[in-house]
Nanobody
Framework: QVELVESGGGLVQAGGSLRLSCAAS????????MGWFRQAPGKEREFVAA????????YYADSVKGRFTISRDNAKNTLYLQMNSLKPEDTAVYYC????????????????????WGPGTQVTVSS
């Protein structure tokens, strides 16, 4: 069992940056593939980024590629999402997710692939 708690959300102007963190407790994340999803008001929850537990493989949604960077520190049990050049359409609740895997290179992009979710943190980008 692992518990995830996001932090770092807030209000930022368009073009600005935020860094989200996700602290894991209960079990080390070194064998968990992890990622970020987001959900804007009235929209479906969507994939943002994923990272293998080795940290060697990452994958991004086209909408954030080149602007967001996912990373992890297994020793600190923490996942990060650096968000640069933020746009109003990035406004959403951002969720940290984790899935146990035996493969150090695996990452997942579907909601159903993840069985651990944080409560979410709000990111609001003003124009």
């Amino acid at each position: 069992q692992v518990e995830l708690v996001e932090s770092g959300g807030g209000l930022v102007q368009a073009g600005g940056s935020l860094r989200l963190s996700c602290a894991a407790s209960g079990r080390g994340i070194s064998t968990f593939s992890m990622g970020w999803f987001r959900q804007a008001p009235g929209k479906e929850r969507e994939f943002v980024a994923a990272i293998s537990w080795s940290g060697g493989n990452t994958y991004y949604a086209d909408s954030v590629k080149g602007r967001f960077t996912i990373s992890r520190d297994n020793a600190k049990n923490t996942l990060y999402l650096q968000m640069n050049s933020l746009k109003p359409e990035d406004t959403a609740v951002y969720y940290c997710v984790a899935a146990w895997t035996i493969s150090g290179s695996a990452y997942y992009t579907r909601k159903n692939d993840y069985n651990y979710w944080g409560p979410g943190t709000q990111v609001t980008v003003s124009s």
